[in-house]
DNA sequence: GACTAATGTAATATATTTATCACATAATAT
DNA sequence: ATATTATGTGATAAATATATTACATTAGTC
């Protein structure tokens, strides 16, 4: 099973930024920016690269695409196949 | 003006395949992958991991993000904002 | 020229992201 | 304990990526 899981809590930690400020910054509801940080779903490519580069980071050091192994779904993250 | 425009195109020639056969590789309908290579669409991050990956790249090398500084519309690429 | 493969376009339908708004819980401070 | 701020959830609506299908055009070959 593919999933995602993001870095943005702790880099949000890293930059004092809450929920709210980095959606402002990133021009997206909160809820957005909440469900994107819990993996809850698959972003666009330009929203991923905004909220990446808001924390001085890369796509793909934000945004981490990983093959568990397993083949059963797991908590509520977002399964991607 | 942010833009995107992507290698696609490029690195499908380097692999020899064809829009077709890159669109199998990832899963997607032909038209997706012809919209997505000419920069029609904002894809989602997973199905730009996948391109990439089928390129042997990363998304930030194979979809590029730009600001050329305009304030027109220029041609028929994605306008991001 | 005709033939074929590859690329491009159009119309419509479906799926999923994203917005909006309202409320619930957790954490922290006073 | 009560404010206050941050985080989380639910329902519904809107926007847009993506599928599907069929046809048009370009490039290359015979």
Redesign the pocket.
């Known amino acids: 099973m593919i999933k995602m899981r993001t870095r943005i809590?702790e880099l949000?930690?890293r930059y004092e930024?809450?929920?709210?400020?980095?959606?402002d910054i990133?021009?997206?509801?909160?809820?957005?920016?909440?469900?994107?940080?819990?993996g809850?779903?698959?972003?666009?490519?330009?929203?991923?690269y905004k909220v990446a580069k808001s924390l001085h980071s890369t796509i793909e050091e934000v945004f981490i695409i990983e093959d568990d192994g397993t083949s059963s779904p797991d908590g509520?993250a977002?399964n991607l196949e």
Do not use: C, G, H, I
């Open positions: 809590k949000r930690a930024l809450t929920q709210d400020e980095l959606a990133v021009n997206v509801s909160r809820r957005t920016m909440l469900y994107l940080e819990k809850k779903y698959n972003p666009s490519l330009f929203l991923a509520d977002l």
